[in-house]
């Protein structure tokens, strides 16, 4: 009798199970990705022309300076300190600019780094309704972040590390903070001789960000308890804003030597990305390096990462709009650039790089870094 009902019990629930799947896939169809929720996108512009020229596929390779950015991990798998510089022109006369500095430790067991970005315009002519021509006035938005990472290599395979962040967001007249933290792994093994590598990455989980400051003050005409036609006169009062959420990103990679010896290499390798603030995209990209010798070397790069925000609707189809991408949509995501390199054997270095993004129908940006190590 007890088996008999332990039987029925099973049944039952395997048949609500089934009977709730599609109903859960149904629900799973529910888009509650937070389009337009966040601030202080400026975190998302990354560090260094390599990176850029590899469509942002990047984070399993990271092991110079730029990994500070990329991926906490993989600045322990640096061999000597090490400095690096990056800038670009983006859209609409912004400019965004990265530094970082980081310093092996213990023999190469841990490193630490420091790093900071900044990202903006000044001198924009303010507009109001009572001037729409400008009043005469100029203001200025300055977004910077400025973050300290401790990484460390567990075995000669694993390493892992951590970043604590300031981001500052100075919008004219106002101004919002918050603290973020950035934590990644690197994998590292070898497959037939040939390196191999997975990286997981999690970018800007951290407090929200309000804005506050004496943007905000204004003076409020209230109404009249009893409609009358008495004038009021203006009363002090100050505007409250909305805190937002920082744009958190996971990343998962992986990278594979196809090519692996002393004179080159060729290194092929993908990554899926879920930001909090739109769709999941996906890419990948590939990177030769050839040793011409006496410590030169000349880097080739190129990637391409979909960008599904570009992609409409099942319900904008209906509604009568086109799904097919124009020609600078499908070039959007589309990346590549080079650089050359000077190392001397246990000694200094040098690494110029240059990378090119096209943004669609933004137009394209060209991306410079510098770096040193000794």
């Known amino acids: 009798m007890k088996q008999f009902m332990f039987r029925t019990a099973g049944a039952a629930a395997l048949g609500g199970a089934l009977a709730a799947g599609p109903l859960l896939a149904q629900q799973s169809t529910i888009d509650n990705t937070g389009f337009g929720t966040t601030s202080a996108e400026f975190l998302m512009l990354g560090a260094g022309a390599r990176g850029a020229a590899l469509g942002g596929a990047f984070a ?12 906490p991990g993989g600045v322990a798998l640096m061999e000597r300190p090490g400095a690096a ?98 934590f990644g792994t690197n994998f590292h093994a070898s497959v037939g001789n040939r390196p ?21 003050a204004a003076n409020i005409v209230r109404d009249s308890i009893d409609q009358s036609s008495i004038p009021q006169e203006p009363q002090p009062a100050r505007l409250r804003t909305k805190e937002f959420q920082l744009p958190v990103l996971f990343r998962f990679g992986v990278a594979f030597d196809f090519v692996n010896t002393v004179s080159s290499r060729v290194t092929v390798m993908s990554e899926f990305n879920q930001p909090n603030n739109a769709s999941a995209t996906g890419g990948g990209a590939v990177e030769w390096a050839l040793n011409v010798g006496s410590g030169f070397g000349v880097l080739a790069r190129g990637g391409y990462t979909y960008q599904s925000d570009n992609g409409l609707t099942p319900d904008a189809t209906v ?32 690494s110029l790089d240059y990378a090119y993004r096209n943004l669609g129908i933004l137009g394209g940006t060209n991306y410079f870094s510098a770096s040193v190590s000794w």
């Not at 399993?60 to 991926?71: K, P």
């Not at 400025?146 to 990484?151: K, Q």
């Not at 407090?207 to 905000?216: A, C, N, Q």
């Not at 020609?327 to 270095?349: A, C, K, P, T, V």
């Open 196 to 216: 191999v590598r997975a990286s997981f990455t999690i970018q800007n989980l951290g407090t929200d960000l309000k804005h506050d400051g004496s943007g905000l």
């Open 85 to 182: 510089f990056s800038t670009y022109e983006y859209i609409a006369d912004t400019r965004y600019s990265w530094v970082g500095l980081a310093f092996p430790l213990g023999g190469g067991e841990r490193a630490i780094g420091i790093h900071g970005a900044t990202f903006g315009f000044t001198d924009q002519p303010v507009y109001t309704f009572e001037s729409p021509d400008g009043d005469g006035s100029t203001y200025r938005v300055t977004q910077t972040y400025l973050g300290l990472t401790y990484s460390q290599n567990f075995s000669d395979r694993f390493s892992a590390g951590i970043t604590g962040k300031y981001v500052s967001d100075r919008l004219g007249e106002t101004a919002g903070t918050a603290f973020a933290v950035d």
């Open 319 to 350: 509604a009568g709009f086109s799904s097919d991408l124009n020609d600078d949509e499908n070039l959007d995501g589309l990346s590549f650039g080079g650089g050359i390199m000077y190392h001397r054997n246990g000694g200094f270095g040098v």
């Open 60 to 71: 399993t390779i990271a092991d110079d300076v730029t990994a500070l950015y990329w991926n």
